[in-house]
């Protein structure tokens, strides 16, 4: 995962555009939709109707970063609680 890696190094990389943003959703995790609307039940952002990829807009841009740092937010902490035995 992209961002989790920036994460740990404390450097951080604003996502260019909204493909660059859907290929991120897209390493965190597969679409999960329920096949009748095109968007993932996981993330809630929107997906492409002929491929099982994301499809995020440019408007979409910060919100979907901020969810991509809040999932390598609760990884990390759970690999610490892992580490940590609790």
Do not use: Y
């Not at 491929?51 to 991509?68: E, V």
């Amino acid at each position: 995962m992209l961002e989790v890696d920036h994460l740990i190094k404390g450097d951080l990389m604003a996502p260019t555009d909204a493909s660059q943003v859907s290929i991120q959703l897209d390493e965190d995790h597969a679409p999960e939709t329920n096949g009748r609307m095109p968007v993932c039940r996981r993330c809630g952002f929107r997906t492409e109707e002929t491929s099982s990829r994301h499809a995020a807009t440019d408007g979409h841009q910060a919100k979907a970063g901020r969810w991509l740092d809040s999932q390598a937010l609760v990884n990390r902490v759970a690999k610490a609680r892992d580490v940590l035995g609790s």
